[in-house]
């Protein structure tokens, strides 16, 4: 859709930076009693005409205060009037200005010792890095100011220091996060009886249920601020609220329920003498105006919005304004009328330094190009909107990226883009952006090795990180030849180090997680070390950006070529058919999977039936993203020959751009070795709820099979053995339960993100510290072991992106509670494959064919699934 600028009432809480000292005086001569005197009255009058929001007015008083206070060498003083310089800097917008007089005052403060001083400075430079966008330099002040004033024993201090990280992460995306900030402020509140603190806090809570779609539990938070507002007489907080509460029944459709609230909000404001607010709500009845198609009812909205945004000098409100303003006339088919809009509102945008808001404008102006035939113009202003996100996220350390490019909706503006660009032919280019924005949480540490950033800190720590990692290659070499029980347990240790320590590097320096990004380079690595034989498949869905056609983009690419066909589909019953068919293949007494998986082949598959036909693959890999994470692509039915997709390819999944599941040096055509042994752990717990029988008779299966095998169950089958054999075999096998869901497994008593072992269970967030390289497959034979893990959403890629990150070349892993026989029956296949020297792909589609001939329905044969590198 396009993207409407509003402006939500979040609260950001602001230690008051002007506090009127009547300060004891040293002994002094007479006129320097009276200087301190008259300073101290332009302090009192400067503090006023604030509190009255007459900032200019405010500015020019404390400028004289400065003046005195510098001559008479009063460091205190000068610390309190610079302050309040920079606060009414900040509220006229002037965040730069604001900057400069708090960053005076802050060595002073730490001069006299004064901890509270210092810790407002530093919390209201905090609040302008915030405003400015740089979230995380925001989050570096406020995490100074917070042990500051904790020190001080100032409790209202700290809830609103708590509050305004709060504030950041809920700005980054990361609502879980903010939550936590905003329930430790609101007991701080309440304790020392600060009302409005606690209102705010209410109201900031409501504000993260609301954006993550939970209105009711919204408005539950948004009436239990109401009437603390009410109570203390704080009619601005109270206008915030019922603004709020509008914006919810607006989202929810009830559009003349938001009608009713924001009319309400705007006459408090407007007696408060709150422009901006005013604006702000003129702003919010024009967009609900807008929705209901009343086109020329919202412009008279905007247009009364307009000059009070430009009075008070509110150059953000009018950019925004000025960009709803165009979007109307673009929706009226007044395209250069539009463009003249959305042409102000990006000069403004720009002068203020909103990059969010220039993106947003520049991504309206790049759909408005394309819509009337000027693609050239269309895809340099789309481009140049999502590089503007891309330089945002380079300020973010690791944790905070994936989070604020789905937050900050630049998913519309790539669709856009990659549509625009294939329609162009410029596939390559297409292919590239679609893969700048599916960031991934998969750090590939070698990337680590020699790299070069600017920051003196964070090169040495990246050089102090090589010199380990280098120990670590070398104690690895010496495996081959030392068969000691103690090397692996040095190299164990020796790699929970060098792990620790890169984990540590990378999300505490922005420019060593840049480090981790997908660059240019890394895409066309990525089709020139695709195996022989090997056709790789990505469909994106190109869907919901307004005025452009929905499709699904499907990338075909082999070694060194590429080419993508689009299908046109509706998004509403393409998602129903998503979840239709993952609900009728996980239930062996449904029969309708044959119809719905038939419906996704034709749009999935057949488009590209005949380039891969023509291609002959010897193996099909599909790269699932989005909300096409959980569907097992091999379940996909051709009506025409009745064959499932699994029996006419081998079929593996590919984490997002897997480099390392892809390069295998030397090996690109390599005839692979036959499997000679398998270190296959089973049933560690053999008690109720736990006992795996099953997976008991699974791992001696493989026994029989590869004699060579060490088998472990029951109390032998210890996270600690296996940490300490993974070393010396390249195909690992867990017949074990696992729990990777968002919530605990109680039926089997295991955490979530678990995976059980005789002595303890393993974190999956640790897995990493596993040391996986030289490992081939990883076979994870437990419930529910690749549905989620819970990272972002990342459906059966989840897995795979920790145990990559170990090392690991391919998971083996099932998508849901698999059959006992089945399973035993489909493994036994599995390793007699690769023991006659199958592929990895070639040995799992040979295993799941004899399981369709037994007439079996997909839920015995589709849930394992393979990942990564099918040789």
Request: hydrophobic share 40%.
């Amino acid at each position: 859709m396009k993207k409407i600028l509003t402006t939500f009432l979040a609260v950001g809480v602001c230690l008051t930076p002007i506090t009127v000292m009547l300060m004891a005086q040293p002994t002094w001569g007479q006129t320097q009693n009276q200087q301190a005197q008259e300073a101290q009255r332009l302090l009192e009058q400067g503090a006023k005409l604030t509190e009255q929001q007459e900032h200019q007015q405010a500015i020019q008083i404390l400028q004289q205060a400065l003046t005195i206070a510098r001559e008479i060498k009063d460091q205190k003083l000068e610390a309190t009037v610079l302050l309040g310089l920079g606060f009414n800097y900040d509220r006229l917008g002037e965040k730069q200005k604001a900057l400069e007089f708090y960053n005076q005052a802050l060595p002073l403060r730490r001069a006299v010792g004064d901890r509270s001083g210092e810790a407002t400075t530093l919390n209201n430079i905090g609040l302008v890095y915030s405003a400015l966008g740089e979230k995380q330099k925001a989050l570096e002040f406020y995490n100074q100011a917070l042990p500051l004033i904790r020190a001080v024993g100032d409790r209202s201090g700290e809830a609103t220091i708590l509050n305004n990280i709060g504030l950041v992460y809920d700005d980054l995306g990361e609502k879980q996060k903010a939550l936590e900030f905003y329930n430790q402020a609101l007991p701080l509140y309440r304790a020392v009886g600060e009302r409005s603190g606690e209102a705010t806090t209410l109201n900031n809570i409501g504000l993260v249920y609301s954006a993550l779609g939970q209105k009711q539990k919204a408005l539950e938070f948004y009436n239990q601020a109401l009437p603390l507002y009410r109570a203390v007489g704080e009619r601005s907080g109270v206008a915030t609220i019922l603004n709020n509460i509008g914006l919810v029944y607006d989202a929810l459709g009830e559009k003349q329920k938001a009608l009713d609230f924001y009319n309400q909000a705007l006459p408090l404001l407007r007696a408060v003498g709150d422009r901006t607010g005013v604006a702000t709500t003129l702003n919010n009845i024009g967009r609900v105006y807008d929705a209901l198609g009343q086109k020329q009812k919202a412009l008279e909205f905007y247009n009364q919005a307009l000059p009070l945004s430009r009075a008070v000098g509110d150059r953000t409100g009018v950019a925004t304004t000025l960009n709803n303003i165009g979007a109307v006339y673009d929706d009226l088919g007044q395209k250069q009328k539009a463009l003249d809009f959305y042409n102000q509102a990006l000069s403004l945008i720009r002068a203020v330094g909103d990059r969010y808001g220039e993106a947003v404008t520049l991504g309206n102006i790049g759909v408005l190009l394309q819509n009337t035939n000027r693609p050239t113009e269309a895809i340099t202003n789309l481009q140049q909107a999502l590089q503007i996100s891309l330089e945002m996220r380079r300020g973010l350390q690791r944790e905070n990226r994936q989070k604020f490019l789905q937050d900050n909706n630049t998913s519309a503006n790539a669709a856009a883009l990659v549509n625009v660009l294939i329609d162009q032919n410029k596939y390559a280019q297409a292919f590239e952006w679609v893969n700048l924005f599916t960031t991934a949480d998969l750090a590939d540490y070698t990337r680590l090795i020699n790299a070069k950033v600017a920051n003196a800190e964070a090169q040495q720590s990246l050089d102090d990180w090589s010199k380990k990692n280098q120990q670590l290659e070398s104690l690895r070499q010496q495996l081959q030849s030392d068969r000691s029980e103690s090397l692996p347990e040095q190299i164990r240790k020796l790699e929970e180090q060098v792990y620790s320590l890169a984990e540590n590097i990378s999300r505490r320096f922005p420019e060593v997680a840049e480090l981790f990004e997908t660059t240019p380079a890394d895409i066309k690595n990525l089709t020139s070390s695709i195996p022989a034989g090997t056709v790789v498949v990505q469909p994106v869905l190109l869907t919901n950006v307004r005025n452009m056609p929905n499709n699904v983009a499907i990338f075909i690419f082999t070694k060194g070529e590429l080419s993508i066909i689009k299908k046109s589909i509706d998004p509403t019953e393409f998602n129903k058919l998503l979840t239709q068919d993952l609900k009728e293949v996980q239930d062996d007494s449904d029969s309708s999977y044959l119809e719905t998986g038939g419906k996704l082949y034709d749009i999935l598959i057949r488009p590209i039936e005949d380039k891969i036909k023509a291609l002959s693959p010897k193996e099909l890999s599909i790269i699932a993203t989005g909300k096409l994470h959980h569907l097992p692509f091999e379940t996909l039915y051709d009506n025409k020959t009745n064959q499932f997709l699994i029996q006419k390819y081998p079929v593996n999944y590919l984490t997002r751009i897997s480099n390392n599941s892809l390069k295998s040096p030397g090996m690109q055509n390599a005839v692979p070795p036959k499997l000679e042994a398998v270190l296959a752990f089973g049933n560690p717990v053999p008690r109720d709820p736990q006992n795996l029988l099953g997976a008991e008779t699974e791992v001696r299966n493989i026994k029989e099979i590869l004699p060579n095998s060490e088998v472990y169950i029951h109390n032998e089958a210890t996270l600690e053995k296996f940490r300490s054999q993974a070393l010396h075999f390249s195909f690992l096998h867990l017949a074990t339960h696992g729990c990777f869901q968002t919530e605990d497994c109680k039926k089997v008593n295991l955490l979530n993100n678990r995976l059980l072992f005789a002595d303890k269970s393993l974190d999956i967030a640790n897995a990493a510290l596993l040391g996986l390289q030289g490992t081939q497959l990883i076979t994870l034979s437990a419930c529910q072991t690749a549905v989620d893990t819970n990272l972002n959403g990342a459906g059966i890629a989840g897995v795979a992106y920790i145990f990559e990150r170990a090392g690991a070349k391919a998971v083996m892993a099932s998508l849901w509670a698999v059959d006992d026989e089945a399973t035993q029956q489909l493994m036994v296949d599995f390793y007699q494959n690769l023991k006659q020297g199958m592929t990895k792909g070639e040995a799992l589609q040979q295993a799941k064919l004899n399981l369709i001939k037994d007439h079996r329905h997909p839920f015995y044969w589709s849930p394992f699934v393979l990942i990564g590198d099918a040789r």
